[in-house]
């Protein structure tokens, strides 16, 4: 087995890796400090975008590519080391123009818009020039299981009419945020299977009816491009604005997750590698009791377990990456499960064993651990809590058991 990246990846490595320490590090503090203020730092990331699709870093993530769409044509395997790099300082995939959930929609414009609706919205998300927004999650149901949603998508002659309110809606407050792609239920019907009663509409957020009624904090920390509430009420738009079919919504969401998973945890592992990395500066530099914390058997231990479980993760997220490419999302699913438990989980203990090396000073916005910390933990909820991908895991442990009922007997016995 070769464990090795291939040339052409190391190559893309070394290249973002430079892009990111002469462009997007240097420009880290201003980003944050514009950020902090409530404003969105358009001006230091346009700039950037522009030089990164000069230097063909754009659209890494995007593998199903036509000839004439911009961008750099990679498998999920060649472009999850990518996304770790990425990840280490998260507002840097949208120069890249591999952000969340951005990625995530132009996967469903390429799979589902028809050519009307790609050369509206797909083109100029290809291109850069607008964001979007992924509407499902909803305050006054469990999520976490979709068929709960409420909100309404009913057709009324040319027109759908969308009512619900939404949360958790990523890029709404975005200051080039112009459409969101909303799950809601298209069919009351009880004959209807419960999987085939919900669409996905295209809503333009200036339409009517349409409001962001606040920026929902994730642990006090405000994402300058919103993680929104948003109520939809009584909005019209045209039948034209339909992705994919009626009763298609929760088959089309599946195929948005996939590969959009594998993006997450590889950010996710950048993150821990930036933490432990952190880590180990302050154990060498940092005194106590008359030693340098490096010397104290605990810490050791921590910076261990650190390099060990983030070296699992990764190789069960190229695994998973590997799956998608050979048999595609429905062949990964159990194992995008899988890498989304584990990289979530990850997150929070090894950023929690930075932050107690560095003590108070790991509470406080002095470093991104405590940023890191509570990202990690609303990692766990994101694109599904933990207990779902538990189930789905065990569901498929249990279908080959039940398939091979007996198999293990033999095992038993000693005598």
Request: charged share 20%; hydrophobic share 40%.
């Amino acid at each position: 087995m070769d464990f090795h990246y291939s040339p052409k990846v190391q190559a893309l490595q070394e290249k973002l890796k430079d892009f990111m320490e002469h462009h997007v590090l240097r420009a880290n503090a201003s980003w944050n400090r514009i950020a902090d203020s409530g404003t969105y730092p358009l001006d230091i990331v346009e700039p950037l975008k522009a030089e990164a699709k000069k230097l063909g870093l754009w659209n890494l993530f995007l593998p199903a590519l036509h000839d004439d769409e911009p961008g750099t044509r990679l498998t999920n395997l060649e472009y999850a080391p990518l996304a770790e790099i990425m990840g280490r300082i998260p507002w840097s995939p949208e120069v890249f123009n591999c952000n969340a959930p951005d990625t995530g929609n132009m996967e469903l414009l390429h799979l589902f818009a028809t050519p009307e609706q790609a050369e509206q919205w797909l083109t100029p998300l290809l291109d850069g020039r607008i964001r979007s927004s992924f509407a499902m999650t909803e305050p006054d149901v469990a999520s976490s299981d979709a068929t709960n949603i409420r909100t309404t998508i009913r057709r009324d002659g040319d027109d759908y009419v969308i009512n619900g309110r939404k949360w958790f809606v990523t890029g709404a407050s975005h200051p080039n945020c112009r459409f969101a792609i909303v799950l809601g239920s298209s069919s009351d019907d009880p004959q209807v299977a419960r999987h085939q009663r919900h669409s996905m509409v295209i809503v333009p957020l200036n339409a009517s009816g349409v409001e962001v009624v606040r920026n929902v904090p994730i642990m006090h920390h405000v994402a300058p491009e919103g993680h929104c509430e948003v109520v939809f009420s009584n909005v019209r738009v045209p039948v034209s604005n339909l992705l994919g079919k009626e009763g298609d919504g929760f088959a089309m969401a599946q195929a948005r997750l996939g590969p959009g998973r594998v993006h997450h945890c590889m950010r996710t592992l950048g993150q821990c590698e930036l933490a432990l990395e952190l880590m180990c500066d302050r154990a060498i530099e940092r005194r106590a009791f008359s030693k340098h914390l490096s010397d104290f058997a605990n810490v050791q231990d921590w910076i261990a377990h650190s390099r060990l479980e983030i070296d699992q993760a990764r190789l069960l997220v190229l695994k998973a990456a590997w799956v998608l490419d050979q048999g595609g999302n429905q062949a990964g699913y159990v194992d995008v499960s899988g890498i989304k438990l584990v990289a979530a989980q990850l997150q929070t203990r090894v950023v929690d064993r930075a932050i107690q090396v560095f003590g108070a000073m790991g509470l406080t916005p002095d470093t991104p651990l405590s940023f890191l910390w509570t990202w990690g933990r609303a990692m766990r909820f994101l694109d599904g809590p933990d207990e779902v991908h538990l189930r789905t895991v065990a569901r498929a442990e249990l279908a080959k058991a039940k398939a091979n009922p007996g198999s293990t007997r033999a095992w038993l016995t000693t005598q």
